[in-house]
């Protein structure tokens, strides 16, 4: 029976899970398929980046993923009998524009749990045992023929994304480059095995040779570690959980260390790849299917959700009657990070093999907190900006008074498949209550910071957080993107320019409100 759906989603993975979030809580019809029989069991990605966090808060999945998780521990290098304690991370208090701020490590399935726990409050589910067989387009819609036990179905869809992995069925039939290289001989066991005979407030790092080093990761709220043997050029992966010790013992030389209970296994090379282009038509790929990387940085995962994050929005306003063009900007903003962010992984991973302690090290690089969209096609160079922000930038969180003197932070306020406009000064104020926006796809909240004016929120700026994070020196209306990225900076001509900002992002107003969100 043929389905007709607004997207379908190949690949139950942490992209995957994540962009179907997005569409579901914006009231789009999507359904997600993974070819697996069940959820994935392994620890495989294990750190989330302070961004990404964000992005899980907006999305509504961050609270189990902070129950779930814990902060880094400090590496111990063993030098023989020597343990040398190293700090990859140094960790942070929170701050009004940072509530995140220090990488979280949780194993990927615990990751995938809360997000299809989350995609299962918005009333979907993920279609375990069912693959993608193949798909044709035309200028309307996507058909796919999707096989599983009960044989083929044809599924009809507005649009596919494909974010099943680095060998992703939907990059190879769109004909997409996979350019980069694969390096076979240079291979790691991974393991996750119940393990005793070592401290859990430690990850263990026994260096070696070459680079063929022995790393041991506690998981967290759990008796088992996450094991990591790069092996030499010809040595045969070890299969059993008696070869596995074996190997380990030959390296450690501790004989208290032993592993029980081995819950996953899997061998990794070290692809370092990226998608000559992230859409055909009314195709597109995200996550590993677009970009693959080395393990070194925690970067893959956190790139893939803000793949989704990116691409979500704006396939709900092109299905709402946004210019289709917006979906152009997908690729055009997303590709240059994954470019840079290959380079960053791929150079601490050699690094490592190096055994230079710097690459060891985590730091703002990684928390993917500065990365911008600044010069793309939504945040062209000629616009304006702050002493501290400029279009295209992350918007920072900030705690502000609302009425009676109740604390309200702003990432409260962009939470949501909503667009934000936030007035500072009286002008703005003046320019946001004359601001129409269209009926037809995401609403739009208004705040007004230390101005009257008619508003979803009415706030104060008591501490002076708000302007200094933001750089602020006189009436300024902001447009907050869907994914709390900077859509506009206006300081003159505030709605005008405005206006010409938010005709990229939203369907045509053939109906107009100037009234406030319902809460």
């Known amino acids: 029976m043929n389905k007709n759906i607004d ?16 569409l579901a809580r914006r009231g789009l019809n999507v359904r997600i398929i993974d070819k ?24 509504g999945a961050l609270t189990d993923i902070l129950a779930d998780g814990d902060d880094y521990p400090l590496l111990s290098i063993h030098l023989g009998p020597v343990a040398i304690p ?20 949780i194993p990927q399935y615990r990751t995938d749990s809360a997000l299809h726990a989350r995609l299962q409050q918005l009333g979907t589910r993920v279609e375990f045992g069912r693959e993608l067989i193949e798909f044709s387009q035309d200028d309307e819609v996507v058909t796919a023929k999707v096989a599983g036990d009960a044989g083929i179905e044809e599924i009809t869809a507005r649009y596919l994304v494909g974010a099943e992995g680095g060998a992703s069925t939907v990059r190879k039939q769109l004909g997409l480059g996979f350019i980069g290289s694969t390096d076979e001989s240079d291979r790691m066991l991974i393991v996750d095995a119940v393990t005793t005979g070592l401290s859990r407030d430690r990850w263990h790092v026994w260096p070696g040779l070459k680079g063929r080093f022995v790393g041991a990761c506690p998981l967290p709220h759990s008796e088992v570690f996450q094991w990591m043997i790069r092996l030499a ?13 074996q190997r380990i013992q030959a390296h450690v030389r501790n004989r208290r260390v032993k592993l029980h209970d081995m819950r996953w296994r899997s061998v990794f090379r070290p692809n370092i790849r990226l998608a000559e282009g992230y859409r055909r038509g009314r195709v597109f790929i995200a996550g590993d299917a677009a970009h693959v990387h080395t393990p070194a940085g925690a970067q893959g995962l956190n790139t893939g ?26 690729q055009a903003e997303r590709l240059p990070i994954a470019a840079g962010v290959l380079g960053l992984s791929t150079e601490k991973y050699a690094g490592i093999a190096k055994l230079d302690p710097s690459s060891l090290r985590r730091g703002k690089d990684e928390q993917q907190l500065l990365l911008s969209y600044y010069g793309g096609p939504l945040a062209p160079t000629k616009l304006a900006g702050t002493t501290t922000l400029r279009v295209g930038d992350r918007a920072p969180d900030a705690e502000l008074l609302g009425p ?15 667009f934000t406009a936030l007035a500072y000064g009286s002008r ?45 020196d006189g009436d300024t209306l902001l447009l907050i993107r869907p994914d709390v990225y900077l859509g506009q900076v206006a300081t003159s001509d505030l709605l005008d320019t405005t206006r010409a900002a938010m005709q990229t992002m939203t369907p045509p107003a053939r109906g107009v409100s100037r009234t406030r969100e319902a809460r």
Do not use: C
Not at 39 to 45: H, M, Q
Not at 233 to 241: A, F, I, K, M, S
């Open 36 to 59: 697996s029989a069940r959820a994935f069991e392994g620890s495989r990605a294990k750190g989330i980046q302070p961004r990404t966090l964000e992005v899980l808060y907006d999305l």
């Open 428 to 472: 703005a104020g003046e320019a946001l209550d004359q601001l129409d926006w269209p009926t037809g796809g995401a609403r739009l909240t208004r705040v007004v910071v230390d101005a009257t004016a008619r508003a979803d929120h009415v706030l104060t700026d008591a501490a002076q957080s708000f302007r200094r994070v933001y750089g602020l």
């Open 305 to 330: 959700i803000q793949d989704a994050y990116n691409l979500g929005w704006k396939l709900a306003q092109v299905v709402a009657g946004a210019d289709a063009r917006l979906l152009d900007t997908y």
């Open 7 to 22: 997207v379908l989603v190949a690949g139950a993975g942490p992209t995957g899970t994540a962009l179907a979030i997005d």
């Open 233 to 245: 050029p010809e040595e045969v992966p070890q299969d059993g959980l008696a070869e596995i010790n």
């Open 86 to 105: 190293w700090r990859m991370f140094r960790n942070r208090e929170p701050t009004s524009d940072i509530p995140f701020p220090n990488t979280r490590l």
């Open 404 to 418: 009676g003197g109740v604390r309200v932070r702003l990432f409260d306020l962009y939470r949501g498949p909503h």
